[in-house]
């Protein structure tokens, strides 16, 4: 990502697209493995808390996918207002009214 400013919608769809992805990093393991791969006093708890976390993560990934889906809509929005700019003062883009 730069530091950049960009109506552009193709630019917004990359970076949805991105925080996506990054995403799936976080939610790509099974946390109820520990007792079976650490099978010692212990490590039973942190399998416990397995569903709560699980449940946490499909929160944040709710959170993720709706703020990417508004990233995109802000994009379109912006790109639509700068093209009927450019055709009410410059005579140039698509203009819509």
Known sequence: MSNTLSSN????????????????QYLGFNLSMLSVDVPVAGS??????????????????NLIDSDAKAIEAAASELASFDDFLAQQLMGVGGGQS
């Not at 919608?9 to 799936?24: D, N, P, V, Y």
């Not at 039973?44 to 990934?61: F, H, I, K, S, Y």
């Open 9 to 24: 919608e193709q630019a917004a769809s990359g970076l949805a697209a991105t925080i996506q992805t990054s995403l799936e």
């Open 44 to 61: 039973g708890m942190p399998d416990a808390l397995a569903p709560e976390v699980t449940r946490a993560l499909r929160a944040w990934r």
